[in-house]
């Protein structure tokens, strides 16, 4: 309890919290597609080190995160969109107190184990990257909820603030005109896929080979009416493929190297 003490007073002020959580399904089912009516959380990922979090602030949650305590990177974000807000941004970034109990270096400084910090990030040329993007956030509550480490991964700076947004931007035309004007729910679920190489070369966290993004919109009766993804390579300058939900999962599986499942497999 009193190094938890030390964390939590040397940390960033913030009401942000990383609620831990054992069951997605049973703590926060609301940011996942429920086709047929069954709650489905991406499949594929299991072992100790993934850890499950419901991302709140003012003790709301606002979307969830699976995130990987040996990458010290998301393994992806899940919200639903409701609809574009245009909410400011933060630009304040945070660690999460509950996802581990820090240790003291020999200075006293407090290093945090399982999760990224700021100073990783610093001069390594790379951007915080979104999962769960603020651009596309439904509150103000939710866009800086979106400004914690457990939800970013290392991106490519072009790559960052020039396709991948562009992306998010048509995904938001897609999903408001085919899901939310003609009635439906929307969800998406945003991941990346752990390349080979480090920030800085220290080896504390891992580079995405690449990001991608999965959406599935569903009737009042929870049946998939719309769905699609994208992938693209984490460089610069790189292009993003528009494609199905089915052919994606296929490109993850390869770079996986596992069987992965979005939304069931029945979006």
């Known amino acids: 309890m009193k190094l938890l003490s030390v964390v939590l007073l040397l940390l960033p002020l913030s009401l942000c919290l990383a609620v831990v959580v054992d069951d997605f399904t049973e703590s926060c089912p609301g940011f996942f597609a429920n086709p047929y009516h069954v709650v489905s959380p991406p499949t594929g990922f299991t072992g100790t080190q993934y850890k499950r979090i419901c991302q709140t602030l003012n003790n709301k949650a606002e979307f969830a995160t699976l995130y990987d305590t040996t990458y010290r990177i998301p393994v992806y974000s899940a919200y639903r969109f409701t609809g574009l807000m245009k909410c400011n941004r933060l630009d304040k970034w945070h660690t999460e107190p509950e996802l581990e109990v820090g240790m003291q270096d020999q200075n006293q400084k407090t290093c945090l184990v399982n999760q990224a910090e ?24 939710c866009a800086d909820a979106t400004f914690t480490l457990t939800n970013a991964a290392p991106q490519a700076a072009m790559f960052n603030r020039n396709t991948w947004m562009r992306t998010e931007k048509s ?22 896929v752990p390349g080979t190489g480090t920030l800085k070369n220290e080896g504390r966290v891992r580079i995405p080979s690449h990001f991608w993004m999965a959406f599935c919109c569903l009737d009042n009766n929870n049946i998939s009416k719309h769905s699609g993804a994208y992938i693209g390579e984490n460089i610069n300058n790189a292009k993003v493929d528009n494609l199905d939900r089915q052919v994606l999962e296929n490109r993850l599986n390869s770079l996986y190297g596992r069987t ?8």
């Open 118 to 141: 700021n100073g990783d990030y610093k001069y390594s040329g790379y951007d915080r990257g979104h999962l769960a993007p603020v651009f596309l956030a439904t509150s103000q509550n």
């Open 171 to 192: 995904m938001n035309d897609t999903l408001t005109k085919s899901c939310l004007n003609v009635g439906l729910s929307a969800f998406v679920v945003t991941g990346v």
């Open 260 to 267: 992965v499942t979005l939304f069931g497999g029945r979006c």
